[in-house]
């Protein structure tokens, strides 16, 4: 079996710029700014004000502290993941879905709708094309 060189890398490289080099959707430049935004705010309030975002004076210090460096790690995930919709990572797509899902799964009713809108867009051939999915 002989494999053609220039024409492998030639398929690889055309198949990376389709996927790639096609615009952002808006709506994906919107999201991913949402995101760094609550995850930026989350950590401010998280660090200036922790009484407001989590007021549990009835736990422990321990578990307090616990709580609030969880909270801390998901809204420094919820950055990256920001940042990484607008680089066009695949692994952010993926994060932003399983982000939506849980959202939707522990808010209220105009949470699950909301969630559920950007389910359905997230997932349109246009979006998925952007992030190198099927």
């Known amino acids: 079996m002989v494999i053609d060189e220039n024409n492998f890398n030639q ?4 198949n990376y710029f389709d996927n790639k080099m096609s615009k952002r959707p808006l709506g994906i430049t919107i999201l ?3 995101y760094i935004l609550v995850g930026l705010l989350t950590l401010y309030i998280l660090f200036a004000y922790p009484e407001y975002l989590l007021p549990l004076q009835f736990l422990s210090k321990d578990l307090y502290v616990a709580v609030n460096l969880i909270i801390a790690l998901l809204a420094a995930i919820q950055i990256m ?15 932003a879905f399983i982000i939506i ?20 867009y997230i997932t349109r051939p246009s979006v998925k094309k952007y992030y190198g999915k099927k």
Request: aromatic share 12%; charged share 5%; hydrophobic share 55%.
């Open 11 to 14: 398929e690889i490289d055309s």
């Open 32 to 34: 991913s700014i949402l």
């Open 81 to 95: 993941v920001g940042f990484g919709l607008l680089q066009g990572k695949g692994w952010a797509w993926t994060g």
């Open 101 to 120: 899902i849980i959202n939707g799964a522990l808010s209220n009713i105009l949470g699950f709708i909301v969630a559920v809108l950007l389910i359905y």
